[in-house]
């Protein structure tokens, strides 16, 4: 597709979130434990009309479905402000100073003083209804290979809570993600094209990272993506969390734009005809459909001229038209529609259908669609897909917030947030940064990963330096790497410790642990082989130290092994003299069967041994 002929328009917003202590307006612990909830709080959100006097319409669309939300406490990781039970205390100073670093990475200026904002959520995702954001940059640059992008604004925001499980009647949320720092990169809409906003997506994700105060790992970062053409309308999708597929994302999302646009203009504007048709419904022998009505539910149809066939027409990827409409109807909380350019008999409905369609005056080129669900919700969920289908006529795409789906293709959640969802904070204070706070950011700059993987290349070798760099323990591989062998720790800090955690607990591991490692390593008291045992007795709840001198007095002496050595060697003098340097191998299984040394030392003593033997 020649995207500029398209009239492409895109932007990403990238949201990471930090690796601080705390998090952002109260004490509580960042790091996330895997356990279970230790209470639990149940609320209902309502639309409010904010300070101008208007209500949200993407708020106003969640109310109408009155979902219950269920929040999981956990006493580790909440205190009384998740729940919304408290005032939020002030903002954390090492998730600001992170934002505002990252902020000078990409030349933004940093506003001289800094309110936190109220924004307003609507999906139950925080008990309050709103989240706490505030801007602490705006106006940066970024430079691709395939040209300058603005970074409009820089936020510095609270986490949301994490879903848990999700049903048409309630959603249960997790709040120990709640509050977590989140660092949001707004661009504006000059990327060009989907490879380049990919290269966008990257350039920042590792700026991001080059902080060193980044989370790794699923879910700790993701990108919103709004994306528009002409004759098109600005579409946000929202959570992707596939960087390297985001191209792929974007262009199926154009070409469900063109797609739509396309077949406007195929299309005559007709009038859509509906109506309650519950009484065609009464002696249905459908399942489905008697349950609702035997729950005081109603049935409601709708008739889409001149749309036989096009239902199942491909619009983009593997969607076709009908889930447009089926999205919507989902919206309003009912299961979906039924609709005759599928097979009704699979339903037993083709007489029902067959009723409703005499009564619509029915054409062989119309469509009737139909819902059934509790009342109040089968009669908003058919205006809502009469309101979207009156748009497929015109080729009007409508401003929304879409989901992305596995196969990259996207579906509708809600209306597109309008400016009345943002208001102020008024329970804290307006944070003054001042010129002399912001010179020595620029002074204390941490150099991009690209820069240290440069550096590191000479000194560990190409592949390790990738590795590293690309590692959530780079930092402590910059701590440790100036009094120890440097690429003993990168390959300790990336190899070792990756096929380790895989049976022990390796997080529980801290700074003073690898220290003592590296020093008993060091100082020859435990050897390569030794880690793995250190590591379990650690993990398991013994010290370090004491792990480590355990072994090392354990350990023969030189002395000791090359006793033991000479006495194999006498032993399988025979071996020895028929295959010579070759038996080496076998030899060793036996000499370490008989002390307790490292494999490295006993192999230079054995094979010194050998070696005078055969000569």
Request: a negative charge.
């Given at each position: 597709?020649?995207?500029e002929?398209?009239g492409?328009?895109?932007?990403?917003?990238?949201?990471?979130?930090?690796?601080?202590?705390?998090?952002?307006f109260?004490?509580?612990?960042?790091?996330?434990e895997?356990?279970?909830?230790?209470?639990?709080v149940?609320?209902?959100?309502?639309?409010v009309?904010?300070?101008?006097?208007?209500?949200?319409e993407?708020?106003?669309?969640?109310?109408?479905?009155?979902q219950?939300?269920?929040?999981?406490?956990?006493?580790?990781?909440?205190?009384?402000?998740?729940?919304?039970?408290?005032?939020?205390?002030?903002?954390?100073?090492?998730?600001?100073e992170?934002?505002?670093?990252f902020?000078r990475m990409?030349?933004?200026?940093?506003?001289?003083?800094?309110?936190?904002?109220?924004?307003m959520?609507?999906?139950g995702?925080?008990?309050?209804?709103?989240?706490?954001?505030?801007m602490?940059?705006?106006d940066?640059?970024?430079?691709?290979?395939?040209?300058?992008?603005t970074?409009?604004?820089?936020?510095?925001?609270?986490?949301?809570?994490?879903?848990?499980?999700?049903?048409?009647e309630?959603a249960?949320?997790?709040?120990?993600?709640?509050?977590?720092?989140?660092?949001?990169?707004?661009?504006?809409?000059s990327?060009?094209?989907?490879?380049?906003?990919?290269?966008?997506?990257?350039?920042i994700?590792?700026?991001?990272?080059s902080?060193?105060k980044?989370r790794?790992?699923?879910?700790?970062?993701?990108?919103?993506?709004?994306?528009?053409?002409?004759?098109?309308?600005?579409?946000?999708?929202?959570?992707?969390?596939?960087v390297?597929?985001?191209?792929?994302l974007?262009?199926?999302?154009?070409?469900?734009?063109?797609n739509?646009?396309?077949?406007?203009?195929?299309?005559?504007?007709?009038e859509?005809?509906?109506?309650?048709?519950?009484?065609?419904?009464?002696?249905?022998?459908?399942h489905?459909?008697?349950t609702?009505l035997?729950?005081?539910?109603?049935?409601?149809?709708?008739?889409?001229?001149?749309?036989?066939?096009?239902m199942?027409?491909?619009?983009s990827?593997?969607?076709?038209?009908?889930?447009?409409?089926?999205?919507y109807?989902?919206?309003?909380?009912?299961?979906?529609?039924?609709?005759?350019d599928e097979?009704?008999e699979?339903?037993?409905?083709v007489?029902?259908?067959?009723?409703?369609?005499?009564?619509?005056r029915?054409?062989?080129?119309?469509?009737?669609?139909?819902?059934?669900?509790?009342?109040?919700?089968a009669?908003?969920?058919a205006?809502?897909?009469?309101?979207?289908?009156?748009?497929i006529?015109?080729?009007?795409?409508?401003?929304?917030?879409?989901?992305?789906?596995?196969?990259?293709?996207?579906?509708?959640?809600?209306?597109l947030?309008?400016?009345?969802?943002?208001?102020?904070?008024?329970?804290?204070?307006?944070?003054?940064?001042?010129?002399?706070?912001?010179?020595?950011?620029?002074?204390?700059?941490?150099r991009?990963?690209?820069?240290?993987?440069?550096?590191?290349?000479?000194?560990?070798?190409?592949?390790?330096?990738?590795?590293?760099?690309?590692?959530?323990?780079?930092g402590?591989?910059?701590?440790?790497?100036?009094?120890?062998?440097?690429?003993?720790v990168?390959?300790?800090?990336?190899?070792?410790?990756?096929q380790?955690?895989k049976?022990?607990?390796?997080?529980?591991?801290?700074e003073?642990?690898?220290?003592?490692?590296?020093?008993?390593?060091?100082?020859?008291?435990?050897?390569?082989?030794?880690?793995?045992e250190v590591?379990?007795?650690?993990?398991?709840?013994?010290?370090?130290?004491?792990?480590?001198?355990?072994?090392a007095?354990k350990?023969?002496?030189?002395?000791d092994i090359?006793?033991?050595?000479?006495?194999?060697?006498?032993?399988?003098?025979?071996?020895?003299e028929?295959?010579?340097?070759?038996?080496?191998?076998?030899?060793?299984?036996?000499v370490?069967a008989?002390?307790?040394?490292?494999?490295?030392?006993?192999?230079?003593?054995?094979?010194?041994e050998?070696q005078?033997?055969?000569?």
């Open positions: 597709m020649d995207y002929e398209l492409f328009k895109c932007g990403i917003e990238i949201h990471q979130q930090l690796n601080t202590e705390e998090k952002l109260c004490n509580c612990p960042v790091e996330l895997d356990e279970a909830a230790d209470a639990n149940e609320r209902y959100l309502r639309a009309a904010g300070e101008s006097g208007e209500k949200d993407a708020a106003e669309q969640a109310a109408r479905r009155s219950k939300f269920v929040y999981n406490y956990y006493s580790r990781n909440n205190c009384l402000v998740e729940i919304d039970e408290e005032p939020p205390h002030s903002m954390d100073e090492e998730a600001l992170t934002a505002l670093t902020a990409v030349d933004a200026n940093i506003p001289a003083e800094i309110q936190v904002m109220r924004k959520v609507v999906d995702s925080n008990t309050s209804g709103f989240q706490r954001t505030a602490v940059g705006l940066g640059k970024l430079e691709t290979d395939s040209g300058k992008v970074i409009d604004d820089i936020e510095l925001e609270e986490e949301s809570a994490g879903v848990h499980e999700r049903t048409q309630e249960v949320y997790d709040l120990n993600r709640l509050g977590v720092p989140l660092v949001e990169v707004g661009t504006d809409a990327i060009k094209n989907p490879e380049h906003a990919r290269e966008v997506a990257e350039e994700g590792m700026l991001l990272r902080t060193g980044a790794r790992g699923l879910g700790t970062i993701r990108q919103d993506v709004n994306v528009s053409i002409d004759g098109g309308s600005r579409v946000e999708i929202k959570g992707f969390q596939d390297e597929n985001i191209d792929k974007i262009e199926l999302e154009v070409r469900r734009q063109k739509l646009i396309d077949l406007g203009k195929e299309l005559e504007k007709q859509i005809v509906g109506d309650n048709v519950t009484h065609h419904f009464e002696d249905t022998d459908n489905i459909v008697s609702v035997e729950n005081d539910g109603a049935v409601y149809a709708l008739k889409l001229p001149g749309l036989t066939g096009k199942k027409q491909n619009i990827g593997e969607r076709y038209l009908a889930k447009e409409l089926v999205d109807a989902k919206a309003e909380g009912v299961q979906g529609i039924l609709h005759t097979d009704l699979n339903y037993g409905l007489e029902e259908f067959g009723k409703v369609a005499e009564d619509f029915k054409e062989d080129e119309d469509v009737i669609a139909v819902i059934a669900a509790e009342e109040e919700k009669k908003a969920a205006q809502s897909v009469q309101k979207r289908a009156e748009m006529y015109t080729g009007e795409i409508p401003e929304e917030t879409r989901a992305a789906e596995q196969n990259f293709t996207t579906s509708y959640s809600r209306p947030p309008g400016s009345a969802r943002m208001y102020p904070e008024t329970d804290i204070p307006s944070i003054r940064i001042e010129d002399e706070e912001v010179e020595e950011i620029d002074e204390n700059l941490p991009t990963l690209e820069e240290r993987e440069k550096q590191y290349r000479e000194e560990i070798g190409g592949e390790l330096a990738s590795q590293i760099v690309g590692s959530e323990r780079l402590l591989f910059e701590k440790f790497k100036e009094n120890y062998d440097s690429k003993l990168a390959n300790f800090f990336t190899n070792t410790l990756a380790l955690e049976e022990y607990r390796v997080k529980s591991l801290g003073q642990d690898f220290r003592a490692i590296f020093e008993g390593l060091k100082s020859e008291d435990i050897a390569k082989d030794d880690i793995e590591v379990e007795r650690v993990a398991s709840g013994e010290k370090t130290e004491e792990v480590i001198e355990d072994i007095e350990k023969a002496s030189e002395d090359r006793e033991a050595v000479r006495e194999v060697l006498d032993e399988k003098s025979d071996m020895v028929e295959q010579g340097m070759h038996s080496q191998g076998a030899l060793m299984g036996v370490m008989r002390v307790e040394a490292s494999g490295d030392q006993v192999s230079e003593i054995l094979q010194k050998l005078e033997r055969v000569d």
